[in-house]
């Protein structure tokens, strides 16, 4: 992160200090959570970069019940050997 002066009018930077205070958070987290939301509503989507999402896999239905998965796993199912 780098470091940014910004200069608020008095009954602003009254205000910021109450809420950071009552939400026992700093006013510079405060402050950046303010100007990213601003940032994402006012952005164009276009512009916007695109969210990374955790990959989801879907192996089809469930065909044994959670109890039975034991028995199921050790079942022999090479059929009769000869």
Not at 19 to 44: F, G, H, N, Y
Not at 55 to 72: E, L, N, S, Y
Request: hydrophobic letters at 35%; charged letters at 40%.
């Amino acid at each position: 992160m780098q470091k940014l002066q910004i200069l608020f009018p008095e009954p602003v930077l009254r205000r910021l200090r109450e809420l950071a205070r009552k939400e026992d958070r700093p006013v510079s987290e405060i402050v950046r959570r303010a100007v990213d939301a601003w940032i994402e509503k006012t952005e164009p989507l276009a512009e916007r970069q695109p969210e990374k999402r955790v990959p989801i896999f879907h192996g089809g239905r469930i065909r044994v019940r959670a109890g039975d998965m034991r028995d199921t796993a050790h079942q022999d199912r090479t059929g009769p050997s000869e």
